[in-house]
């Protein structure tokens, strides 16, 4: 998508002190994922800037994703946007849609990414002037979409995942408003009524598990234990490869994806292997952090599975390294 170019991005964790003036004139900012040990953009340089700024003046910074401990909060000196002089909080509806409009891969491919930046662009139109545009909290075409966040991906069979609706998403925005009730900076909706409704069965990565291993049965009669592909995200031109490969070499193999932290991805594949009709024989991991990260240690769970985890993504970090070193080498740019 295009933008305006008076739309600006400034990366917070390299800072470019060239841009600061950019502040002076900002009707609306959006701070995400602020952490005070930034070297050039900590608490006492963010808040010097955000006095200056209209944006803050008429409480119109959205603050996402970050630490929010008073402390830190208190010191950055946040008008977040949606509060008043009388209830300055993170935890408005605005602040939180804000926040839920990025829940999708940052990918061009991805269709709820490219839908939700589109309405979040909308969603600033209308905080900046509320007069000329239509609150999109009052319509579901422009709620934030969230990605299939948990599933089944095989590049044949496809798909088998749910999600919520959009008027669904909206009630629970406005029912759970604000972030942190987990301590780690996420968006309280998520951690509850989404994982409520995922454990209604809505979202049963088991009954997927089982509609996806009956179908791969019927198309392929096998029973070679699978190869279980551990990604946040469904699918790729990555997991297409490996699955292909996996497959060639006469290993069936399937993408189970998951992207939130609750439930954990090691205790997913844990039940898996214990309800799999034709077994599970080895994790390739592409997680760029353990498979329990609220938990510090999937430990637990990988000893009980009892299978060989291979931790794909450092080799597929190295290799890019490789192959851009070799690139630059050349061209000439490296000896």
């Not at 954990?264 to 329990?292: C, D, E, F, P």
Request: include cysteine; glycine fraction near 6%; charged fraction near 20%.
């Amino acid at each position: 998508m295009s933008l305006s170019k008076r739309v600006a991005y400034i990366d917070t964790g390299n800072f470019d002190k060239t841009r600061e003036w950019l502040f002076e004139y900002a009707k609306y900012i959006q701070i995400d994922m602020f952490s005070s040990t930034y070297k050039d953009f900590g608490t006492a340089e963010a808040r010097k800037l955000l006095s200056k700024s209209p944006a803050n003046a008429n409480y119109n910074v959205a603050y996402t994703f970050g630490f929010y401990d008073k402390n830190t909060l208190d010191n950055l000196g946040i008008h977040f946007v949606g509060g008043s002089a009388s209830n300055n909080s993170p935890n408005t509806v605005e602040n939180t849609y804000v926040g839920s409009y990025f829940q999708a891969p940052d990918i061009e491919s991805s269709e709820v990414f490219v839908a939700n930046m589109n309405n979040y662009l909308k969603y600033i139109f209308y905080l900046i002037n509320p007069q000329k545009y239509i609150n999109p909290t009052l319509d579901t075409a422009t709620t934030p979409r969230i990605s299939p966040e948990c599933g089944i991906y095989h590049p044949v069979l496809g798909t088998y995942t749910v999600v919520p609706d959009a008027e669904l998403i909206n009630k629970w925005i406005i029912a759970n408003p604000g972030y942190n009730n987990d301590g780690k900076g996420s968006l309280n909706w998520m951690l509850k009524e989404y994982v409520v409704w995922q454990e209604k069965k809505e979202l049963n990565p088991t009954e997927l598990f089982r509609l996806f291993e009956n179908d791969y049965m019927n198309r392929y009669n096998t029973d070679t234990p699978f190869v279980a592909i551990a990604t946040y995200y469904c699918g790729g031109p990555v997991v297409d490869a490996l699955i292909k490969c996996y497959e060639a070499s006469g290993r069936p193999a399937f993408n189970i994806f998951k992207l939130s932290t609750a439930p954990a991805m090691s205790s997913i594949l844990l039940t898996l292997t214990k309800t799999t009709q034709i077994g599970i024989s080895a994790v390739a991991s592409l997680y760029s952090w353990s498979l329990n990260y609220g938990n510090h240690s999937a430990l637990n769970d990988l000893s009980e599975m009892n299978l060989t985890v291979v931790k794909g993504l450092f080799l597929m970090f190295h290799n890019k390294v490789m192959k851009v070193k070799l690139e630059l080498k050349q061209n000439g740019h490296i000896q």
